[in-house]
């Protein structure tokens, strides 16, 4: 420990007395202290964490709840999220598109794992707690505990009745992904192939509007193009993608922003905050890991096993071992970011690694919540300033969130 605090001293040292970048004063050792030292003296959010459904899926109760301190399953926990300096990820309430079928529309299972995080927050209020705008994840922050703000993924347990927008709002919902993988009642997806609204429904039209007015986050990631071409004139209020990279990268990837659209959520003072999933990052890797995915649902079809099946974990283990899959790194991370910056601006980009939704395809250097020193010591490398960091970590989205509030207080 004091080789490294002599390490860290001796970094800032270099950074306060010189308006050159760190980068340019430092050598390897010391810009891994100062990225560690700025992951931790800075608020780090990250827009989209897939806990509550990882916990969902193995029957999680308040009597297993020392998973969350502590595991060697999924992405996310206690620990390693304290490593990484991870102070406010967003709680995912996923709704799989099959929920839309529901009489309720999904809306049992989004209050289910929305009494989940909540849950997590009572039986451990020394490290976690509820945080329903920026300001109580600052205070949070400064008590030594980890923030759950929440965005609902798939706007479908909303129903068709709008009143249920004020519904999840007070249940402490943030924001909400309009669509997930298939169309549902207010927009389609780009998943999807059926265009059944050609981007908004009527509803969905009057869905922008009354989130705007009680003060959620539109987030338009996994909306098709139309539908976000559509938002961005109606919104009064900045938009975000809380969970989406840049087609650039993966062309016939729909589920990523193209150039223009990321210009233009920018335009609109939004902010992108950049999948870490391998597939959305790069087109080769992901081309070679369908090739082998397509292979491996095969076998498991031919033995008629789901991969989520303990007769066929041994299955699925030795044919990784067999075959290659392969995985971006944390560079590719840093070009999506900086594509951004080039196309929008460093205040228009930000962490969205869906963590726990990706499954096995997550970089090299980013397999967990306790890497994100390795992403701020890689935009260190090429040139981000310490501003710069605090953007991408917390400030660019502070700014949207603060200003959807502040619209929807200007429209009462």
Aim: aromatic share 10%.
């Amino acid at each position: 420990m004091k080789a490294l605090s002599t390490v860290l001293l001796s970094a800032i040292f270099f950074v306060s007395c010189s308006d050159k970048r760190p980068v340019d004063r430092m050598n390897d050792e010391q810009l891994r202290a100062y990225a560690d030292s700025l992951a931790h003296k800075f608020i780090i959010t990250d827009g989209h964490v897939d806990l509550p459904y990882r916990l969902k899926e193995t029957n999680f109760t308040k009597d297993s709840i020392n998973v969350i301190i502590s595991t060697k399953k999924g992405d996310f926990d206690f620990e390693r999220a304290m490593k990484g300096g991870l102070d406010a990820p967003f709680m995912s309430i996923y709704i799989p598109s099959k929920y839309q079928q529901h009489d309720d529309y999904g809306k049992a299972l989004a209050d289910s794992l929305i009494d989940m995080v909540t849950l997590i927050t009572q039986q451990l209020p020394e490290k976690f707690a509820l945080a329903k705008t920026p300001s109580d994840v600052e205070a949070n922050t400064k008590a030594g505990k980890i923030s759950f703000p929440m965005g609902m993924e798939n706007g479908a347990p909303i129903g068709k009745d709008l009143s249920n927008v004020k519904y999840f709002y007070d249940r402490g919902i943030r924001y909400v992904t309009i669509t997930h993988g298939k169309d549902n009642q207010f927009c389609d997806s780009s998943y999807d192939t059926l265009h059944t609204w050609h981007g908004l429904s009527s509803l969905g039209k009057d869905l922008v509007k009354e989130m705007n007015r009680v003060g959620i986050m539109i987030d338009i990631s996994h909306v098709d193009d139309s539908t976000f071409y559509q938002v961005m004139k109606l919104s009064k209020a900045p938009c975000i993608a809380s969970h989406s990279s840049c087609r650039a990268f993966t062309p016939k990837f729909y589920r990523n922003m193209t150039d223009d659209m990321i210009k233009l959520l920018g335009k609109n003072d939004g902010v992108i905050q950049i999948n870490f999933g391998s597939t959305f990052l790069d087109s080769i890797v992901r081309q070679k890991n369908d090739i082998n995915t397509k292979k491996l649902q095969s076998i498991l079809k031919e033995k008629n096993l789901k991969a989520s099946d303990s007769m066929a974990k041994p299955i699925v283990e030795q044919f990784k071992k067999d075959n290659l899959f392969v995985y971006a790194d944390v560079a590719t991370v840093a070009d999506h970011i900086d594509h951004v910056v080039k196309l929008a601006g460093i205040d228009h980009v930000g962490i969205g690694s869906d963590f726990d939704g990706v499954g096995d395809s997550l970089p090299t250097g980013l397999k967990d919540v306790s890497a994100y020193p390795n992403l701020i010591y890689t935009l260190l490398k090429r040139g981000y300033t310490e501003s710069d960091i605090e953007k991408i970590c917390y400030k660019n989205v502070w700014r949207v969130w603060n200003k959807v509030e502040q619209v929807a207080k200007e429209s009462k």
